[in-house]
């Protein structure tokens, strides 16, 4: 058949769809002209370049077969085919107004920064569209763009922004660099065999390898470390190199560069250090050590999901290019279990908890865990659970992954992805601290006791957060940053983050002589981790998460035991909060209380400042206004607010004398960077020993419409410590319905079958195991 005639039949099947248009949706209909193009194409081949039976391209997410497969499944796959309709009508308006490839000169958020992370995202699209609808437009579009990029990437000096340990030439930082390298690579795969052999020589010659040189052995001190930046770093060399078959680079991807001396103090912006002693590099070597057996990613869950899509889209690669290497098996499947631990590290919404630097509202709605779940479905034994997760996500990767999805949710394998209480290790081998989830009803606890996490760690050892049905209720403040809003220090950490958001005052946990945990500094933090101490989730009436940290302050020790308790008679499950500290001196302990809404009552009665004063001078004090200040009376201290018309109160134990702050976050902070957000603070001065002890509970909601405020009074009546010493800690809650329960947990012994006796009020308590809870009436 020859050009006139296919496209005279192409053009006369075009005008039969138009047509149907009344019949048929958007999508069906684009689709369906995708399908025409590829019936029409596939009837002229003449146009293709270097179709060779035996080529080995695509071979990184796409495979040849997983075209094939694709083509013959597409109109049926309803998931797949809306991405893919999405995606054409994306790049062919790009197509349509045409490129940019700027010089460098912006920070993120800036028009350069954006183009270029903009152009390595469409040459990935665009390469994918040209595999599955063999519509040479879209390898065009791929290949003038990286032709304009060889062609300014020689003459391109180091990026003119000099913040990072490691700039960049396309980004201000390596970094970043690697993003556009570990995009652009698929996007070289997808178009290899379209272009000529001169062609490919001129990209390898003028802009791959120099790129993956510049990135690696120009700048070892981003590349040779473990870190989510050097994941980023190795993916972008061994992802070229697969695709340019360079099994040398593909070896320094993998195992680093070998034969570098970096200077042992240097450190990253974040003050995290670059080269430890005995440190592995490559690839490898970020699978083994900031990975638990778990599969808890020691950088929380915000960097855990930033670097799941390097590590496992490489991983994907590697299973299709080298099988023999076995990444996704690597560390008993570490890879595969990090997917599932992303998933429990998010809240009812999909929102991932905030440990250490993170910003609020990043969830596996995010592409990076779109790939995540489609290749953990794909390569991990096909889960039902995951395609619960795909579905609502309502996307997949256009790749044999996301087809391998769209099948299995085609075909009704889906089930309910169950969040359960649990608790992820943390550290190389699951023995440097944990975080503890606790699930009970609408409410989820996090608790975190972990290793410092890397340079984008916190000071906060012990804190917790608290959420209801997908709403943050007690928070932890996160970073402070603005992603890519240039405005805000160019997108990137403000001085914010290291004044007030790593401090120990910004988190829910005991602070000492306004000093924050190891004198916020990492090169002490780093070297300690907490100890879990209990985690038990056996019932769901009672829920234990428990945990020591002997190392924050010399001569201190501290311990903090959460537990969820789901009391038949109330409506919801609450929380019961003690913090014991004891220390070899006096000291001032400040343990604050971040709550999210509109304070509505109190039960003690303070006194508020005309004017806030600030709380303190330095170590994220300097950050918060005093408003309020109660002297306590030895009764319960009771905080009841409003949070998206639900009320929620705070009953905290107090001695005679305790102070009670009502404070504010903003002050010392003249570009308005920091959140003006609320938290109560009960501080104990000159003491020793002393527990902290609170109860936390939802129990009633207000209509707005209706102007009804339902059980806006809490159900504690009273919180009482009953016992106290260095083997017991003993709690009395009693609520308003007259029921009185008794926690108790032994201090130093967490075996499940020692045997206890306490006496407390000339009654004795028997039970087995580290702890107990007792209904008294």
Known sequence: MNKRNASYKYEVKIMNLIKKWKQ????????????????????DSSTNTNSDAQSQHPSLILTQQGVKDIRANLGSIPIFDKTLAANKVEIDAEIENGFDVPIPKDYSGGYTHATHKRNYILMQKAGVLYQILDDEKYAKFVKDMLFQYAKMYPTLPIHPKPRSYARGKLFWQCLNDSNWLVYTSQAYDCIYDYLSEEERTTLETDLFKPYADFISKENPQFFNRVHNHS???????????????????????????????????????????????????????NLDEPFSPDGYYTEGPYYQRYAMYPFLIFAQALQNKKP?????????????????????????????????????????????????????????????????????????????????????????KTKPFVKKSIELSDGANGDEGAVGILRSGDLELVHKYTAHGLSHGHYDKLSFALFEDGKEVVQDYGMARYVNVEQKGGGNYLKENTTWAKQSIAHNTLVQNEQSHFQGKYDIGSKHHSESYIFSVNTDSVQVSSAKEENAYPGTKLHRTMVSIKETDLENPYVLDIMRVESSTENQYDLPFYYLGQVIQTSFDYSKSDVPQILGSANGYQHLYNEAISVADGANA?????????????????????????ARIGANDPAFNLRSEPTMIIRKRNTKEAVFVAAIESHGTYNPVSELAVNAYSHIKDVQLSYNDSNYTAVTIEDTKGGVQLFIIANNDNSKTKKHTLTINSTSHFWEGPYTLIKIK
């Not at 098996?329 to 570490?334: A, M, S, T």
């Not at 009771?638 to 134990?653: E, H, I």
């Open 24 to 43: 048929i949706s958007a999508v069906q209909f684009l689709l369906s002209v995708m399908l025409v193009g590829l019936v029409s194409c596939n009837e």
């Open 231 to 285: 994941t980023w770093g190795n993916v972008a060399v061994g992802m070229i190199a697969l695709a340019m078959e360079d099994d040398s680079l593909l070896q320094t991807a993998l195992y680093g560069l070998k034969d570098v001396n970096l200077d042992a103090s240097l450190k990253d912006n974040d003050g995290g250090f670059i080269n430890q002693d005995d440190q592995k590099i490559g690839y490898f070597a």
């Open 638 to 662: 009771k905080l009841t607010w409003l949070l998206d018309n639900k009320f929620y109160s705070y009953t905290a134990v107090t001695s005679h004398n305790d102070e009670i702050i009502l």
């Open 324 to 412: 023999d290497l076995k990444v996704l098996e690597y560390k008993e499947g570490v890879l595969l279990k990090g997917v599932n631990a992303l998933l429990n590290l998010s809240d009812a919404d999909g929102d991932f908890f905030l440990l250490n630097d993170a910003q609020k509202g990043m969830s596996y709605y995010n592409s990076s865990l779109i790939s995540a779940v489609d290749i953990a479905y794909h390569f991990g034994g096909n889960n039902p659970e995951l395609l619960s997760i795909a579905e609502k996500q309502d996307e997949v990767t256009l790749d044999d992954a996301g087809l391998a999805v769209a099948i299995g949710i085609k075909e009704g």
